[in-house]
């Protein structure tokens, strides 16, 4: 406990002397309380059909003339607000990112342990498994599932971005493990007769960590790219549950009329989030790995 | 070294064999091509029996892959159900637009990248290298679609400076239509490859720059410049070699990605390319180009990677495959 209190001052202090990474930090919380807060403090609720207005199409932005309340940002062809729209779009790009890196990570790491660990023909699948995914990229396989499965939603893009995804950390714990096995730390426990299940959990997990947690970083942010990039293409969320971007495809075809406003905002707030959270990342690979 | 590349030989057809099956497996149990390409009014009971038999649909499941499997070998992946058109023919017609953008967006955003890490792994306190790592990190941040949007809005909407849309004039030689040949082809060309490569500029900045810092730092670095070598020498004869084999080993992962990004900005710029074919067989369920693009892409990068295993050895004498 005390370990751990004083590691988290040691980390809030090297944070504070990386103004970049504490500014990141700032932001992807505001963000994230944004999105989580989204029902109280967007000033319409855009996924709530019968409150729409089309008569509020294509309002411009408060400040420009024609503009006015409670659109701060505009409106889109169904007068949704955008700042409502982003406020809940926000909530899918989180939603997605979080269950993602959840659910292919714990997956992955549960694997690339026991893989690890056992060695052996699961070992050798595991490996030719990552190779073929690695040289497929998760963004293809993403596109071509996403393709092949008709389901659009939420869900869907979990899945279809998930199922490929758990092998990039699968193949992190793999190698920390095959590092940490040979460990004296380990041939005690194991002479002490503890378990494979316990030696995995408390003796190799907690010293594979700090890798997987970069990995954790950088996969958030291009989780939220992927997100967008299929519902960009009509293969994501839902029309009625637009996400950025989903508005950014709507928006996009409306390039010619200008009205930009469907446009730059969300993706300034897409860009936003994931330079934050690389730069997030960055910082936490030094602070990780003094290599 | 021959038992290796059988190995990896033999993986690359186990692999080309399941991504098929898994494919075609999926897109059976999705939507009745029939339905969905057919307008109802006109599909009596015997339009549609007729239309099964003529798409050999009305055949058991196993039997549908293994005639697919057998034809696919000789290159004819079937008939597509909505242009009534063979697929190869198809794919083929689409094939140069795509190729020529990929290769340009690949060669000039890696080469770009390159020049860009070695800039601020020599110069880390300059004005140029900062901007150009900020550079990289706006390369891996900002979604592909998202550059090719914003390009559009200034350079054809609020400049008109570039064509927004398709390849412009091309030029006919034999089966290839290209569009190198022609000024509006080059002017419709700028924006997609930009859009295509500023990605692969930031990962080749970014990984270029880390690589570089650390030869820099080693020992035989320092023993080449106290020799008094050349600049031009110790970083293009000693430095870079090394650092060439990671950047190998991602550059070999990057078709990947190149391909996947290369649907979506063929999707923005109306590229009448392979992905915008993909598409369009998407949202209209036709399975033979979907499945076929699926193979044959897999089939590229499988070679591919054979290729990139082999430039290791030849960059770095020390890998032997045994």
Not at chain 2, 99 to 117: H, K, R, W
Request: proline residues 5%.
């Amino acid at each position: 406990m005390a370990k751990s209190r004083q590691q988290g001052s040691e980390w809030w202090q090297s944070l504070s002397r990386s103004p970049l990474a504490l500014i990141s930090a700032i932001l992807i919380l505001l963000l994230g309380l944004a999105a989580l807060f989204a029902p109280w403090l967007s000033p319409q609720n855009p996924y709530d059909l019968a409150t729409l207005n089309l008569s509020d199409a294509f309002q411009p932005p408060l400040w420009l003339p024609g503009g006015h309340w409670p659109y701060l940002l505009g409106t889109d062809n169904l007068g949704r607000g955008i700042l409502s729209t982003i406020l809940y779009g926000l909530r899918i790009s989180f939603v997605v990112g979080l269950s993602v890196v959840l659910l292919a990570g714990g997956m992955g790491i549960v694997t690339g342990l026991w893989a690890g660990y056992r060695g052996g023909w699961l070992d050798a699948l595991l490996m030719r498994l990552a190779d073929t995914v690695f040289s497929f990229s998760t963004t293809l396989m993403a596109i071509l599932i996403m393709g092949l499965l008709k389901a659009r939603g939420v869900g869907a893009v979990v899945f279809a971005i998930a199922i490929t995804d758990w092998v990039r950390y699968a193949r992190t714990a793999r190698g920390s493990t095959l590092t940490l096995k040979p460990e004296e730390f380990v041939s005690a426990a194991q002479a002490l007769g503890a378990g494979s299940w316990r030696i995995l959990t408390r003796h190799i997990l907690p010293n594979a960590l700090p890798p997987l947690l970069v990995i954790a970083a950088v996969d958030f942010a291009v989780v939220v790219i992927l997100e967008a990039t299929l519902s960009f293409l009509g293969i994501g969320v839902p029309i009625t549950q637009p996400s950025l971007g989903m508005m950014i495809a709507i928006g996009s075809k409306y390039l010619y009329a200008g009205y930009w406003w469907m446009i730059v905002f969300p993706c300034a707030v897409l860009i936003l989030l994931t330079m934050a959270v690389n730069l997030l990342g960055d910082w936490l690979r030094t602070e990780l790995d003094p290599h | 070294m021959a038992g290796y590349l059988l190995r990896r030989l033999l993986q690359s057809v186990v692999v080309l064999f399941s991504v098929s099956l898994i494919s075609f497996v999926i897109f059976q149990y999705l939507g009745d091509p029939i339905r969905t390409n057919y307008n109802p009014q006109e599909l009596t009971r015997q339009r549609v029996v007729q239309l099964r038999r003529e798409l050999g649909l009305d055949q058991p499941f196993y039997l549908q892959y293994a005639h697919w499997l057998e034809r696919a070998l000789h290159g004819d992946f079937g008939l597509s159900y909505r242009q009534r058109l063979p697929v190869m023919r198809l794919i083929l017609a689409r094939a140069p637009a795509t190729l020529e953008l990929a290769t340009l967006a690949l060669f000039s955003g890696t080469l770009l990248g390159l020049l860009l890490g070695i800039w601020s792994a020599l110069h880390p306190r300059s004005l140029s290298a900062k901007s150009a790592i900020v550079t990289s990190l706006l390369g891996i941040s900002t979604p592909t679609f998202v550059v090719g949007l914003l390009l559009i809005l200034l350079f054809s909407v609020s400049w008109h400076w570039l064509p927004p849309f398709g390849r412009g004039t091309t030029v006919s030689l034999g089966a290839w239509r290209s569009g190198l040949l022609t000024l509006s082809g080059w002017q419709h060309l700028i924006m997609p490859v930009i859009t295509l490569g500023l990605f692969q500029v930031g990962v080749m900045a970014r990984l270029t720059r880390s690589g570089m810092l650390e030869v820099l730092a080693q020992d035989y670095v320092r023993t080449a410049w106290a020799k008094g070598l050349s600049s031009t020498q110790v970083v293009g004869k000693h430095a870079l070699r090394n650092v060439l084999i990671p950047v190998i080993t991602v550059l070999g992962m990057s078709y990947g990605e190149l391909i996947a990004f290369s649907i979506v900005t063929e999707s923005i710029f109306q590229w009448p390319g392979l992905g915008n074919l993909l598409l369009h067989a998407v949202f209209s369920s036709d399975q033979p180009i979907v499945v076929a693009y699926i193979v044959l892409t897999s089939l590229l990068i499988l070679s591919l990677n054979l290729v990139v295993d082999l430039l290791y050895v030849a960059l770095n004498p020390r890998i032997r495959y045994g």
